[in-house]
């Protein structure tokens, strides 16, 4: 009995357990008002320590898909007017295969004439002409009527991320084309090419 009463003795009544939780509820125990305001200071300051280091890098992320998007756009463009289309329903023949060339490097635009047969053993004579307008790429393709000309309206829209299309002057072989694409964000790339007809001395 008396090894049970010294053990009951020993834990807290209830009366004072209660007045201990409810004084550190209350502060007496707890934080102080200075401890408090460095804790803040520390939690802010992290905070925006990581709001930097996310916002950098959601820019770096930004800036590089802007960039790969411009050289996305300037390798496909010089590549249609070089190679060659094969995505509409009639192909685009490119600079390449020109038998007859013409520039204007003030509009600036680039014609020429491309003959060549189909699947069916259809033989198509094209001129096809691309020029830049209001920062917009455009592409004419029509029957090819003497003497061949430079067209500047109508036609397809390319892309509208066109800050410069430079074109050599006319007879100048081979043809160079610089051609610089950018984009809202800031981005630009600038690809350039010279291309020599390979059909122009054989006539087709």
Known sequence: MRAASRVMSRSPRPGRLLRRVLGRAAGQEGFTLL??????????????VTLLITSAGWRTEVQASTDYEVQRIARDMMKRIVDGDPRPAVPVKGLRAAREVLTDPDYPALAYRVTWKDSSEVEHDDAVCYYVSGGKLYRVVSPYVSPLAVVTTGGTELTDKVAHFGLSQTGAIPVQIILTI?????????VQTRVTPRNLDSGG
């Open 35 to 48: 401890e408090m305001v460095i804790g803040l200071a520390l939690l802010g300051f992290i905070l925006v």
């Open 182 to 190: 950018t984009h809202p964000r800031g981005a630009s790339i600038t």
